[in-house]
C-alpha cells in the first residue's frame, strides 16, 4: 500500500481480547497496519507487553478478566476515556479444554464457557450501544471447527462453548444489522498456537494432517487475515457468517 491510500480502518478503534496469545498478537498486528488504534485486552499483563514495545502508541493494555461482567464494565469505561467508542470488537479470548462428557467438572464447565463465551457477551453488550450511536461497527467472534464437529479433539465443554459462540453470533447478527453493524464468526482448526497443537500428541498430529487436505495446520496470520477482511469495509454485506479457516478438513 503506498502513502497516499487511505488505510481501510484509518482512525477506527478496534478492541481485541485475549490479545496476547498467539492468535491474537497477529490480529493485533494486521488491525494495526490498517490505521486501528488498537486495545490489547488480556488477564496477563505480561503477555502484553511485547505488543506495546512493537507497536507503542498505536495500542494501549487494559487487564481484564472477561469473565467477570464487573470488570468488563470498568475496563470499557477505562478504554472509552483513553481512546473513545470501539468500532471493531474482535472476541477472541479462550481456553482449551480435552475433556469428554463423563470427565468434565461442574467447575471446569464453568470456567470454559466464563472465559470462551461470557466474555463475548460481556463487550458486545459493551460496545453496541456506541455502535449503534454511530451506525457503524464489526463484531468478530473467535469459534471453532469442534461447533461443527463436536469436538475432534476438544472436549465437551469447550466444543459446546463454541457452538454457543457461533449462536451469539447469528442472533447479533439478526438483532443488529440494521444499525449499521455486522456480526461474523470464524470457525478455525488446528491454528498453530500452544493451545491447541502442543496438546496433541505426535501420533494425533500425523493423523490429523493426513485429513487435512492442504496438509498442514493453520498458520495464525491465516487466521488474522481472515479478521482483516471480515473488519473491513469489503465485508459490508456480510453478517451472520461463520468463516471455516480449515484447510477443507470440513466442508459443509
Known sequence: ?????????????????????????????????????????????????????????????????????????????EVVQRLGPIDVLLNNAGILSTNKLEATSADEWRAVLGANLDGALFWSQQVVPGMKARRWGRIINTSSLAAKTGGLTAGTAYSVSKGAMSALTFSLARELASFGITANAIAPAYVKTPMITEQLTEAQRQVLLQQIPVGRFCEPEEFAHAVRFLASPLAGFITGEVLDVNGGLLMD
Do not use: K
Not at 503506498?2 to 498467539?22: K, N, S
Not at 502484553?48 to 487494559?62: I, N, R, S, Y
Open 1 to 77: 500500500m503506498t502513502a497516499h491510500q487511505e488505510l481501510p480502518l484509518q482512525g477506527r478503534v478496534a478492541l481485541v481480547t485475549g490479545a496476547g496469545g498467539t492468535m491474537g498478537r497477529a490480529a493485533v498486528r494486521v488491525l494495526v497496519e490498517d490505521g486501528c488504534r488498537v486495545v490489547l485486552i488480556d488477564v496477563n499483563a505480561s503477555s502484553m507487553a511485547p505488543l506495546q514495545a512493537e507497536f507503542g502508541a498505536a495500542v494501549c493494555a487494559v487487564v481484564c478478566d472477561i469473565s467477570d461482567a464487573a470488570a468488563v464494565r470498568a475496563a470499557h469505561a
